[in-house]
């Protein structure tokens, strides 16, 4: 008996086994030891090219998850062994190395869930101005079950629309349905190639893209990657940021794609890509070409009615307290959200400081509140019925909903309606949630001789280069953007004031295109 025909028998023993606990290999393949399966993967990696794997007998492998080769595991063995430790190709190896543990390369595709045109269908009723996405996904998803595997596929899709529409947080809710790794790429403000595709590892700072490390982190080979923003990456185009795309979005190009960090081929062709955008002529047409492109628009104020509702019910079903609340909102509750055209991204927040006000206020009011549900009224919203929220809506701080705390004072709007400002540049905050962004002008303001941030950026006029903010203030920006020192001290103390978890230099979408 051969060394193969003696590992394949072993394997025979441990695969029934397997089997049998094959119900907690999805929850176990990931995050805990699972050495039947792993063996499996070994064996896998091992096993003659030429046999096949279904005159294997005793082995059900139709009951298996579908798993393929991603990573050339023997070739990043050999680079270990041919390249200092010290170096930084062999510290990028090693890395990965770890990631990938005992798959050999080998990593799990998730398949569709047998309900997930149910599923779809229920994530309509909630964003109901994706109607058109979801049915092309119906239709990417219905090839998919034709195949001998249910695995998880669809052509790339460029979602173009305005902002605040829900495009982000549509990606996570169709990732979570399918119970795959989501990845956002934020490409606002990106200058260069290396962050997707990795950078030299002949550089000091060489380390590999977004794109391969999501993939060996997750240890799942169909991730769902978001490229957000993608008409607004910039920078030096001799570097082209987005030039990496171009192999990346075709499956066959994508089946042999080599991170410069890595050195090493990976097998990218399962990635499912998803881009938006609120301006599609921005987009190169090489890469706009690899896509389908679908706009969505604005909820209408009939959608808006289902929007609303099922934001209320997914909040009363994610937390205990939401027991306590009726499970239906009131009609008035409902017109005034509409009337204020907050964005669907800031209604969650509103409800949710709307269920704790209705709390206190119902507390006031009765002694014995166990034998009533709580209620959200008119009171207890602190929107009003203009179109304030064109912009991303600020997080709430501890000093008042929807206000940015500034680092000196600044005098009433009244007395200085418009400012000049110089030095200036334009970053986007993150705070909370990757959804919770806006842009703010940072400069030096003669007049005062100081630092400045403003509040948000609310509208920008290039012909005038004039920019109104969410205080109503006008600034003008005199001369090219450019550094300040007191611009950047009151900058860092205006970040940890206000919470902000990240920020992108945004600069160039004022400037380069003026």
């Known amino acids: 008996m051969n060394v193969i025909q003696r590992h394949i028998k072993h394997i025979k023993r441990l695969m029934m086994l397997f089997i049998l606990n094959y119900d907690f290999v999805n929850s176990m393949y990931i995050h805990d030891k699972n050495n039947i399966f792993r063996e499996y993967l070994r064996w896998k990696s091992k096993v003659s090219k030429q046999e096949s794997l279904e005159e294997i007998e005793g082995i059900e492998f139709s009951k298996l998850p579908t798993v393929v080769e991603i990573f050339n595991h023997a070739r990043m063995q050999e680079i270990l062994d041919e390249h200092d430790r010290r170096s930084n190709l062999h510290r990028n190896n090693k890395r990965f190395l770890g990631y990938l543990g005992n798959t050999s390369g080998f990593l799990q595709l998730i398949e569709l869930p047998m309900s997930i045109f149910d599923d779809l269908e229920e994530l309509r009723a909630r964003f109901p101005n994706f109607s058109t996405v979801i049915d092309f996904y119906k239709e990417q998803f219905a090839l998919s079950l034709l195949g001998e595997t249910r695995v998880f596929s669809a052509s790339p899709l460029l979602m173009a629309g305005p902002p605040g529409v829900g495009k982000t947080t549509f990606c996570h809710e169709l990732a979570r349905l399918i119970k795959t790794h989501f990845e956002l790429i934020s490409l606002s403000g990106m200058t260069a190639s290396f962050v997707l595709g990795g950078m030299s590892s002949g550089w000091a700072e060489g380390k590999p893209g977004k794109v391969?490390?999501?993939?060996?982190?997750?240890?799942?080979?169909?991730?769902?990657?978001?490229?957000?923003?993608?008409?607004?990456?910039?920078?030096?185009?001799?570097?082209?940021?987005?030039?990496v795309l171009l192999q990346l979005l075709e499956k066959q190009t994508a089946k042999s794609f080599v991170d410069e960090a890595l050195e090493v081929q990976a097998d990218c062709s399962f990635v499912v890509w998803i881009a938006t955008a609120n301006y599609v002529n921005l987009i190169a047409e090489p890469i706009l070409s690899r896509f389908t492109v679908i706009e969505v628009p604005a909820p209408s104020d009939e959608q808006m009615v289902k929007v609303i509702n099922s934001v209320y019910k997914k909040i009363l079903k994610n937390y205990d307290w939401g027991t306590k609340f009726v499970d239906q909102l009131d009609e008035a509750v409902i017109n005034k959200i509409i009337e204020s055209k907050m964005g669907p991204r800031s209604i969650q927040r509103e409800l949710k400081s709307a269920c704790g006000k209705a709390v206190l206020r119902t507390q006031e009011q009765q002694c014995n509140r166990e034998s009533k549900l709580f209620e959200i009224t008119l009171d207890d919203l602190s929107v009003s019925s203009t179109a304030q929220l064109l912009i991303p809506q600020?997080?709430?701080?501890?000093?008042?909903?929807?206000?940015?705390?500034?680092?000196?004072?600044?005098?009433?709007?009244?007395?200085?309606?418009?400012?000049?400002?110089?030095?200036?540049?334009?970053?986007?905050?993150?705070?909370?949630?990757?959804?919770?962004?806006?842009?703010?002008?940072?400069?030096y303001i003669h007049r005062g001789h100081s630092g400045r941030v403003t509040s948000a950026i609310q509208e920008f006029d290039r012909s005038s280069m004039t920019v109104k903010t969410k205080s109503g203030r006008v600034y003008f920006l005199k001369g090219q953007p450019g550094f300040n020192a007191d611009a950047e001290y009151v900058w860092n103390k205006w970040k940890a004031i206000n919470d902000a978890r990240d920020e992108v230099d945004v600069t160039n979408q004022y400037w380069l295109m003026h």
């Open 212 to 243: 391969v490390e999501a993939i060996a982190r997750s240890c799942i080979g169909n991730p769902i990657m978001v490229l957000d923003e993608i008409d607004k990456s910039g920078g030096d185009k001799r570097y082209d940021p987005l030039g």
């Open 394 to 443: 600020q997080p709430q701080i501890k000093h008042g909903a929807n206000i940015f705390m500034p680092i000196f004072s600044i005098a009433p709007i009244e007395q200085e309606p418009e400012e000049t400002i110089v030095f200036w540049s334009v970053r986007e905050v993150i705070f909370g949630q990757e959804t919770d962004r806006s842009h703010h002008l940072v400069g």
